[in-house]
């Protein structure tokens, strides 16, 4: 279970799956109804896409998941001056992913995934100096209220590099609740972070930890033991792509 105490943002190295997929792709006429340029239907378009994403990525036990839900953004993340069209599936209770789709030719065909992830219910993309495309910042959501009891939403950035590769280049909790048993009640460990980007390309986290008692898990408030509040702050570096943790003074 992930403890309080180790809420360190995480600096993965990793660099993540990439695929090209030529037979993959979404044709113009359907690209300018996913931007709301001519009318059409959406939701049938999203549906379809999202149920040949499964497929091609062996995923075709989760096409009737009832908990399956399609996000859809244009952004430009890789660098050709174009916006690539972006999907973001959730899966069930702890599976996500995102599907990167290039434009070629009046088409879009699928380039990457970002797999192994939990369900998204946040993406947006912010620039970063000295990059000329922007980053993708995704929220994910873990619900394991029901027997672990824990939940959390982390952030992430990726990275999408010259060779067409997706890396994660930071991740922090921005909100974590565990609950542990008492003899009488329950103790609440409670974490909430508010992250902001400014223009010199740093993170701000203002984040509060608490250690609250309750009597019941229903309760909404509780006896407070224990507060910190939290500041930390991230600067950008361009030469070696990554996030470096600024020291208070």
């Known amino acids: 279970m992930m403890l309080l105490g180790n809420l360190k943002p995480v600096f993965a190295e990793e660099r993540l799956e990439s695929v090209f997929d030529k037979d993959l792709t979404v044709n113009e006429d359907d690209v300018l109804v996913l931007k709301g340029e001519v009318e059409g239907d959406k939701q049938q378009i999203k549906k379809e896409l999202s149920r040949r994403i499964l497929k091609r990525l062996d995923l075709s036990n989760c096409l009737d998941d009832p908990t399956l839900k399609t996000d859809i953004k244009f952004a430009n993340v890789c660098g050709d001056k174009k916006e690539e069209l972006i999907v973001a599936l959730s899966l069930s209770k702890d599976n996500g992913l995102l599907a990167i789709f290039i434009e070629s030719n009046t088409k879009y065909q699928l380039k990457l995934t970002i797999k192994d992830m939990l369900p998204i219910v946040g993406l947006n993309f912010i620039e970063l100096p000295k990059l000329d495309y922007k980053v ?6 873990l619900d394991e209220r029901f027997g672990a009891f824990f939940e959390s939403t982390s952030r992430s950035i990726y990275l999408i590099d010259k060779d067409l590769v997706a890396r994660k280049l930071w991740e922090r909790v921005v909100y974590l609740k565990v609950a542990e048993p008492l003899e009488e009640g329950w103790l609440i460990k409670l974490e909430e972070a508010d992250i902001s980007f400014n223009s ?33 702050i991230y600067h950008w570096n361009q030469d070696e792509l990554s996030f470096t943790r600024v020291e208070s003074s």
């Open 200 to 232: 010199k390309g740093e993170i701000i986290v203002r984040a509060k930890r608490q250690e609250l008692k309750v009597e019941d898990l229903k309760q909404s408030e509780g006896q407070e033991l224990n507060s910190l509040d939290i500041e930390e």
């Open 136 to 141: 993708i910042v995704a929220d994910e959501y």
